[in-house]
């Protein structure tokens, strides 16, 4: 079992940049990968990105890419989600999600935080 909650969104204009913070409980947050999902209303929950166990491997869903940085630290059992040039078709609550598999499809992962709103102006 892993608890996760969201920490760090907020109301941005366009162009600005929000840090979110994921922190993990109840079990050994190294064991798990970590992702991070969105969901705008009236919308499923999308992918945004992942980060393998060891940090070694990333990936983001092709709108958010070089724009979006993922990172983890182990120690802190925190996973975060850097938003750079933000535009307001990111705004969206973000959950961050914890699994074993490296997939884009939200039903892989085993575990999901409550969310944080992000909301950015034009």
């Known amino acids: 079992q892993v608890r996760l909650v969201e920490s760090g969104g907020g109301s941005v204009q366009a162009g600005g940049s929000l840090t979110l913070s994921c922190a993990a409980s109840?079990?050994?947050?190294?064991?798990?990968?970590m992702g991070w999902f969105r969901q705008a209303p009236g919308k499923e929950r999308e992918f945004v990105a992942a980060?393998?166990?060891?940090?070694?491997?990333?990936t983001y869903e092709d709108s958010v890419k070089g724009r979006f940085t993922i990172s983890r630290d182990n120690a802190k059992n925190t996973v975060y989600l850097q938003m750079n040039s933000l535009k307001p078709e990111d705004t969206a609550v973000y959950y961050c999600?914890?699994?074993?598999?490296?997939?884009?499809?939200?039903?892989?992962?085993?575990?999901w935080g409550q969310g944080t709103q992000v909301t950015v102006s034009s």
């Open positions: 999600a914890a699994g074993s598999v490296l997939s884009m499809r939200a039903p892989q992962y085993d575990y």
């Open positions: 109840g079990s050994i947050f190294s064991d798990y990968l």
């Open positions: 980060i393998t166990r060891s940090g070694g491997r990333i």
